[in-house]
């Protein structure tokens, strides 16, 4: 599979690396689930898109072997908006997937560095 996160997730879409007629709506689709993975602590602190097919999973996900499955996250998060299913069992499966995934790679994620969603607030010395 290519390294580019556009052309990688065209093939798996089934559409050809060269045919580029729907590439704007695939690199939209792309960079909303890698928003949604920066949301849950992974990929670069500041960020992450992509605009043609030069970026790269490397770029992306660095060399930690632990978190391949976002490649699976982003391909199923752009599947279900850009070639939804027809079959809302298939549909459904595609859903339950995407949690999961999401899930584990936080899990991933909070092994590294863990962050209390309760922090116990410092007490001002001037109160």
């Not at 879409?13 to 928003?35: K, T």
């Not at 391909?75 to 850009?82: G, S």
């Not at 939804?84 to 560095?113: H, T």
Request: no cysteine; glycine share 6%; aromatic share 12%.
């Amino acid at each position: 599979m290519s390294d580019s996160i556009l052309t990688s997730t065209k093939k798996i879409l089934g559409l050809d690396a060269d045919y580029e007629a729907f590439d704007p709506d695939v690199i939209m689709f792309i960079n909303s689930a890698l928003g949604t993975l920066n949301q849950l602590g992974i990929g670069p602190e500041d960020g992450f898109s992509i605009s043609d097919e030069s970026a790269t999973w490397e770029d992306f996900l660095g060399d930690d072997k632990r978190l391949d499955s976002a490649k699976q996250y982003i391909y199923l998060k752009v599947r279900v908006v850009f070639d939804p299913p027809d079959s809302g069992w298939l549909a459904a499966s595609f859903e339950e997937q995407i949690k999961e995934l999401g899930w584990r790679l936080n899990v991933v994620r909070e092994s590294d560095a863990w962050t209390d969603p309760d922090p116990v607030p410092v007490e001002d010395p001037s109160w």
